[in-house]
């Protein structure tokens, strides 16, 4: 009977024992750490400027860009379009000429002040902007960084920092953009 009692009270404190410990304390070391990245200090909910989008014909007279070798689509801007309006947002209405052929035009924004881009159309038919069903601002950093535009556009050729560039001097990264790399539009590259 007493070693009954024995296990009994040796199997209870050991369950003691295991509860405690589960729902043990956690030290300062174990806590998760907070955020590192860099903070955007503006304000969150920035007021923007009424856009309305540009006439079609707007989507003309293209500035072509390089932002690596990792792909073989290539990247327009229009150069009429391209503005950095009093909010701060750099507009424009970007083309981009898949290997295979296909042609996308869009208007759309990047706010540098936030790391943003936003789609506000597409030109379909080449006749008429249909605007995007979900136009909202989103972080210029999701998506594939191999061949997003946006971010080359973000890096040195619209922003300066978290400032906009003027579009003569964004232009002109534009046009230098292809130095960096042997050959030509027209001879192809290496």
């Known amino acids: ?29 174990q806590k998760p750490e907070p955020f590192r990245g860099v903070e955007k200090s503006g304000p969150k909910d920035l007021k923007e400027d009424d856009f309305l989008l540009p006439d079609v014909a707007v989507a003309s007279n293209w500035v072509e860009f390089h932002i690596g070798s990792e792909t073989r689509n290539r990247y327009f801007v229009a150069r009429d379009s391209l503005s950095v309006g009093p909010d701060g947002v750099t507009r424009f209405v970007s083309r981009v000429l898949t290997a295979g052929g296909a042609e996308n035009i869009s208007v759309e924004a990047i706010r540098c002040e936030t790391g943003e881009k936003r789609l506000y159309a597409n030109l379909r038919n080449g006749r008429e902007w249909v605007r995007a069903r979900d136009s909202g601002w989103k972080s210029v950093f999701t998506g594939n960084r191999l061949n997003d535009y946006r971010q080359g556009l973000y890096f040195g050729l619209l922003c300066a920092g978290d400032q906009p560039m003027a579009p003569a001097d964004s232009l002109a990264s534009m046009a230098a953009s292809f130095k960096a790399r042997a050959g030509s539009p027209l001879t192809g590259y290496r």
Do not use: E, P, V
């Open 1 to 29: 009977m007493n070693s009954r009692l024995l296990i009994r009270c040796f199997s209870g404190a050991c369950l003691l024992l295991a509860s405690a410990l589960s729902h043990a304390q956690i030290t300062d070391w």
